[in-house]
């Protein structure tokens, strides 16, 4: 890829819904450059579009969705096009996501450190337990936990809002992610 391509070049999406009522479209015509490095807000009141083209970069659109038109390009590659053995090496892997609501994006039933290795084992084929613990630790304290060993051995319930929502944000950038979206 040239120095000066974009990232993620996104042309003419349209994204809609498909309902009772009809097609709705919630994302019209959206164009979106992103450089290497290069932070970008979407800005919009609420019902605009914003998760709708979020979950149609990262793939994750509900069954109901449907893309009418345009590319997204990431890396050279044209993801709406792109086979499944393709997008999986880049979706999750390659461009992650940083949820917005800490309690429905961790998993209650497990403690932090088993969550994030369960990550860490597929994504990034870590199986050795003493070598994913070094690598949650690390991501934890990155993110501003001061006392990750404590974090790691309790389940989300049993976090403050701040450690949840700290602990699901280091979520993001355990693939080492090329691309956050949030
Ligand atoms: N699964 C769905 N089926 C039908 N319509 C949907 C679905 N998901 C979202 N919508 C509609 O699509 C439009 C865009 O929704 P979207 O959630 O992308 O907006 P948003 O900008 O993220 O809003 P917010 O700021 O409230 O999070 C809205 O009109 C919403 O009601
Ligand atoms: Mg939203």
Redesign the pocket.
């Known amino acids: 890829m040239e120095g000066n391509e974009p990232l993620l070049n996104i042309e003419s999406l349209t994204v809609g819904?498909l309902?009772e009522e009809g097609i709705?479209k919630?994302?019209k015509d959206v164009d979106l450059y992103v450089k290497s490095s290069e932070g970008v807000c979407v800005v919009?009141?609420?019902?605009?579009?914003?998760?709708?083209?979020a979950n149609a970069i990262l793939g994750i659109l509900?069954p109901?969705?449907i893309v009418l038109g345009g590319s997204i390009v990431f890396g050279g590659i044209d993801l709406l096009r792109a086979d499944h053995r393709l997008r999986a090496s880049i979706l999750g892997i390659k461009i992650s996501l940083v949820p917005q609501n800490p309690s429905s994006s961790l998993n209650p039933i497990l403690r932090i450190e088993d969550q994030f290795c369960e990550i860490l084992k597929h994504r990034r084929g870590v199986r050795d337990k003493r070598q994913c613990r070094e690598i949650v630790e690390d991501l934890l304290r990155k993110t501003g936990i001061r006392d990750p060993d404590r974090v790691m051995r309790q389940y989300p319930h049993q976090l403050s809002w701040w450690y949840e929502a700290e602990s699901s944000n280091s979520n993001g950038p355990i693939n080492f992610p090329q691309a956050y979206s949030c």
């Open positions: 819904y309902t709705l919630a994302v919009g009141e609420s019902g605009s579009g914003k998760t709708t083209l509900p109901n969705a």
